[in-house]
């Protein structure tokens, strides 16, 4: 795949985009768009994550928990404040993190799907 198309996406890192090119290795050119369609789809922005822990302390705390699909978590941090805050401290400095490990979840569902979709 052409890595331009990797690197149009919003926020990518070198590791990430690493990542995905090895999971595109095995893929086909036709398997590969799919899978980016997919993935563009499910793929979540750090800068997002990161905008949305900080409404954790003006207003809504748990935001970015729900947007990565932790939706205990993010019921927890409602009604506790974001714990107390200090949740929401530790989401802020980890937010890149929690972004990535949501992001490489997300990849390896797109590819698998994108795989049993096309050998079908």
Known sequence: MDTNALLMLP?????????????????SDEQQRHFLMLYQGRRKDPQTILICTLLGFFGVAGIQRFILNQAGMGILYLFTYGICLVGTIIDLVNYRKMTWEFN???AVEAAGMTRALVNR
């Open 11 to 27: 926020g990518i890192e070198n590791e990430e985009l690493l990542f995905l090119q090895n999971l595109l290795r095995e893929l």
């Open 104 to 106: 490489q979840r997300a």
